[in-house]
């Protein structure tokens, strides 16, 4: 269970926030960076620019 921390600086675990992600956001990042941390910086910045808004995980007080 490895920890990262999104982008409000609250620690979530990162297999259960990937399990969430949109696929096509997830499958466009993998392989372009080597963290887990990197990963999860790049999916809410690509989640946001796909959606107009803040991805739930990314938010200070996030709803699983």
Not at 4 to 29: P, Y
Request: without cysteine.
């Amino acid at each position: 269970m490895a920890k990262v921390i999104n982008a409000s600086g609250r620690e979530i675990d990162f297999d259960a926030a990937a399990a969430l992600m949109d696929d096509d956001l997830r499958e466009a990042i993998a392989g372009t960076v080597d963290t887990e941390q990197k990963f999860l910086t790049a999916y809410e910045k690509a989640h946001e620019a796909k959606f107009g808004e803040p991805w739930e995980l990314s938010k200070a007080d996030p709803t699983w």
